[in-house]
Each structure stands twice: as structure tokens, then as C-alpha cells.
């Protein structure tokens, strides 16, 4: 019997889009239909700490980018009983728009993020509007200035951060996404953030179009395997079937936030 403190792991939704099968799959999808994307941050609790994982993206960047805003992120959080005013750590899986818009409303947090994933965000692929099309150069610059601040803690691939908890670089989506592995009383559970944005990326083999190496992307997916404790442990970043596939954490987040273990 393991005596880690286990986390209590939930997943917040805050905006959803109405998007086709064929445009979540390098090479479309033969069966193409109405495929939504739903979009999440993350919270892992346990009796002695709180982890927030992303901070997703506010009512101005739903409108800027077109996507529909169910409500901020931090009130979802707000109903589990965490004030993000009073978050002291927060995972940044990567830094993508929809994963560091709010990270102005986390003011006593420390982000931790890969040395790999700033640099990109920041190198010479940031010149091709391809890959550059995920980022905002002003959020960007504002991590830039919690760097200068003191408040940013780089990691180098994987990392353990707690016995509980730990960090893995996986890449392939960007040059630095990361994974979240949590001790949960269900065993291990990974947070695979953007590394399978739905189980059919992973499960399928069928990688999602917004990728910088889809080699690293496919080894990825069988490290988070590796990682976490059975294959519904592993937690995809934007699938809507993650609020259908598990109970909700309170008779008030019915639709808004679910408890994954």
C-alpha cells in the first residue's frame, strides 16, 4: 500500500468549439462529422497542496480567435473551493494561447515550465506563422517578465517535483509540452495535456494537425502510457468525452468540472 498523499485531480471546462473530424487528424478523417473540441484547465489537490495545471484563455482572446466562452477558468476553479489569487505553483504544460491567457489573475503563483518550451516560443520558429499561429506575443512576453521577476521555474525534461507528482517533457505538439503525472488514490494518473488532444490521437494513432514533430509526438504517447497506472488514467487536453467519462466533482459543476480520481 503506497503511502504518497493522493491528489484529488479535476478538470475545469471553460470554452468549447464546434469544429469536423477532418480537421482534428493530420490527413483528414474518412468518416468526417461534427468532432468539438472542449477546453480545460486543470487542479490537483491533496490535504497538504494545491497544483492549478494551465490557466486557458479569456472572453476577449473567444472572441479574437472565435471560439465560444463558457465562463473564466478561475470560476470554475472558484467553485472547487480554490481562490487563484492564493495559488502558489502552476504547471504550464505548454504555451500555447488556450494553456497561459489568464496567468495575470494567478499573481502569487510560480510557473513551472520546460527551458525547451520558452525558448521555442521565443526562437527562430517563432518567424513561421504556422507554428507561431498557437502563441500571442503578448503573453508571451508577460511569462518573459515573471522570468525577470523571479517567478518562473525552468525544468529540463522530466522532473520530480514532490513524490507525488511529477513532470515529463514529451514535445512533438511544441518543443516543450510537458505531462503531469499525479499519485491519485486510482493509482498513477497523467495529465497528457496537448501531447493527445482526444483519445483518438493517442488511441488511433492518428496525430492532431498542429504539431512540430509528429515522430516525437507518436514516441510521446507511449511514455504517457508508460507513466500512468492503466490506459484510462491517461487524460487527453482537449477531448469532450473527458466530461461525459467521469462524474462531476459537486452538484454544482455539473457541466463545468468533473473529478478524474
Given at each position: 500500500?503506497?503511502?504518497?498523499?493522493?491528489?484529488?485531480?479535476?478538470?475545469?471546462?471553460?470554452?468549447?468549439?464546434?469544429?469536423?473530424?477532418?480537421?482534428?487528424?493530420?490527413?483528414?478523417?474518412?468518416?468526417?462529422?461534427?468532432?468539438?473540441?472542449?477546453?480545460?484547465?486543470?487542479?490537483?489537490?491533496?490535504?497538504?497542496?494545491?497544483?492549478?495545471?494551465?490557466?486557458?484563455?479569456?472572453?476577449?482572446?473567444?472572441?479574437?480567435?472565435?471560439?465560444?466562452f463558457l465562463r473564466c477558468p478561475t470560476e470554475g476553479l472558484k467553485l472547487l473551493g480554490i481562490d487563484?489569487?492564493?495559488?502558489?505553483?502552476?504547471?504550464?504544460?505548454?504555451?500555447?494561447?488556450?494553456?497561459?491567457?489568464?496567468?495575470?489573475?494567478?499573481?502569487?503563483?510560480?510557473?513551472?515550465?520546460?527551458?525547451?518550451?520558452?525558448?521555442?516560443?521565443?526562437?527562430?520558429?517563432?518567424?513561421?506563422?504556422?507554428?507561431?499561429?498557437?502563441?500571442?506575443?503578448?503573453?508571451?512576453?508577460?511569462?518573459?517578465?515573471?522570468?525577470?521577476?523571479?517567478?518562473?521555474?525552468?525544468?529540463?525534461?522530466?522532473?520530480?517535483?514532490?513524490?507525488?507528482?511529477?513532470?515529463?517533457?514529451?514535445?512533438?505538439?511544441t518543443q516543450g509540452l510537458q505531462a503531469v503525472r499525479l499519485w491519485t488514490k486510482k493509482g498513477w494518473?497523467?495529465?497528457?495535456?496537448?501531447?493527445?488532444?482526444?483519445?483518438?490521437?493517442?488511441?488511433?494513432?492518428?496525430?492532431?494537425?498542429?504539431?512540430?514533430?509528429?515522430?516525437?509526438?507518436?514516441?510521446?504517447?507511449?511514455?504517457?502510457?508508460?507513466?500512468?497506472?492503466?490506459?484510462?488514467?491517461?487524460?487527453?487536453?482537449?477531448?469532450?468525452?473527458?466530461?461525459?467519462?467521469?462524474?462531476?466533482?459537486?452538484?454544482?459543476?455539473?457541466?463545468?468540472?468533473?473529478?478524474?480520481?
Amino acid at each position: 500500500m503506497s503511502r504518497l498523499e493522493p491528489y484529488s485531480v479535476y478538470a475545469i471546462r471553460y470554452a468549447t468549439l464546434h469544429k469536423r473530424a477532418s480537421e482534428n487528424f493530420v490527413g483528414g478523417d474518412p468518416h468526417d462529422g461534427p468532432m468539438p473540441m472542449d477546453y480545460f484547465v486543470w487542479a490537483a489537490v491533496s490535504k497538504s497542496k494545491t497544483w492549478i495545471i494551465d490557466t486557458g484563455f479569456n472572453a476577449a482572446m473567444a472572441r479574437q480567435r472565435k471560439r465560444e466562452f463558457l465562463r473564466c477558468p478561475t470560476e470554475g476553479l472558484k467553485l472547487l473551493g480554490i481562490d487563484a489569487k492564493k495559488v502558489e505553483d502552476l504547471i504550464v504544460t505548454h504555451l500555447h494561447y488556450d494553456h497561459i491567457g489568464n496567468f495575470d489573475l494567478f499573481p502569487n503563483a510560480r510557473f513551472h515550465l520546460q527551458d525547451s518550451e520558452l525558448a521555442y516560443a521565443t526562437g527562430r520558429h517563432m518567424s513561421n506563422a504556422f507554428l507561431a499561429g498557437a502563441y500571442e506575443v503578448e503573453e508571451v512576453v508577460g511569462i518573459v517578465r515573471k522570468v525577470y521577476a523571479g517567478r518562473v521555474e525552468f525544468h529540463d525534461g522530466d522532473v520530480q517535483l514532490a513524490p507525488n507528482l511529477s513532470l515529463h517533457h514529451i514535445g512533438g505538439h511544441t518543443q516543450g509540452l510537458q505531462a503531469v503525472r499525479l499519485w491519485t488514490k486510482k493509482g498513477w494518473l497523467v495529465l497528457a495535456s496537448d501531447a493527445s488532444h482526444y483519445y483518438a490521437n493517442m488511441n488511433e494513432g492518428r496525430p492532431f494537425p498542429v504539431v512540430l514533430d509528429i515522430g516525437q509526438m507518436v514516441d510521446g504517447w507511449k511514455k504517457l502510457q508508460m507513466l500512468a497506472d492503466a490506459p484510462e488514467l491517461v487524460i487527453p487536453g482537449h477531448d469532450p468525452a473527458v466530461m461525459k467519462n467521469f462524474p462531476a466533482a459537486s452538484s454544482k459543476t455539473k457541466g463545468i468540472a468533473v473529478r478524474l480520481a
